[in-house]
């Protein structure tokens, strides 16, 4: 807001949008408002606005996965997205950044897949998750169903986004060879998350879970 002395012909001081009006040794004067640069963003500050875009981005996908009172809070407003953001932020970089799987998804102890698990090679190809299965999972959970998801990063001016998600769900665990499921394209250094929960047909919580992560190779 700017102040008019003896009206308008008289000068002001304050602003009026880019107009600044000032007195200086008893001369009124007036200006435009100087433009500030806006610095470019420091690579810490890329690096925190990568890591808040990755949470965003994996919550959705793994929500379904995790028990509902592990997103609850007594906070008012404090979604379940909320206290994602907020608590497993640095789960989301070590999952992404350094293959260290998350704590929040280890429902159980149970290793559903026996197999070694080897991370994709690169090129277009396509892949079959349900192939892991062994007898074991068929003599356990023969009719049970089986939700699987993988997350597929790639980097990009060296920082890692989500590049391609992958679904299947509902899958009878009877169904052991399956057509391939998964059509992918992949680069040396893409990072792999794979996530398999075994439940029932009437039920979101799983008997067993198991998570795996790694980068492709070439």
């Not at 001369?27 to 690096?47: D, G, W, Y």
């Not at 396509?126 to 009719?143: C, H, K, Q, R, V």
Request: contains cysteine; proline residues 5%; charged residues 20%.
């Amino acid at each position: 807001m700017a102040i008019a002395k003896n009206g308008i012909l008289g000068g002001f001081s304050g602003s009026v949008g880019d107009v600044v009006g000032a007195t200086w040794k008893g001369v009124t004067t007036i200006r435009s408002k100087s433009a500030i640069e806006k610095k470019p963003l420091t690579q810490k500050q890329k690096e925190a606005l990568s890591i808040s875009k990755l949470v965003l981005d994996i919550y959705p996908n793994v929500q379904k996965y995790i028990q509902p009172n592990l997103l609850y809070s007594k906070e008012l407003g404090m979604t379940p997205m909320n206290v994602f953001q907020r608590e497993q932020r640095s789960a989301v970089k070590n999952l992404v950044y350094a293959g260290t799987l998350m704590p929040i998804l280890n429902y159980s102890t149970k290793k559903i897949i026996s197999n070694t698990l080897y991370p994709l090679d690169t090129g277009t190809k396509t892949y079959n998750p349900y192939w892991e299965f062994t007898d074991e999972i068929l003599n356990l959970y023969p009719s049970q169903v089986v939700d699987f998801t993988a997350l597929q990063f790639r980097k990009k001016n060296g920082l890692y986004e989500l590049y391609k998600k992958f679904e299947a769900l509902r899958i009878p665990v009877s169904q052991e060879y399956m057509a391939p499921v998964m059509k992918y394209d992949c680069i040396q250094e893409d990072r792999w998350f794979y996530y398999f929960a075994v439940r029932s047909l009437t039920s979101n919580i799983p008997f067993a879970t198991q998570q795996w992560s790694a980068v492709s190779y070439d």
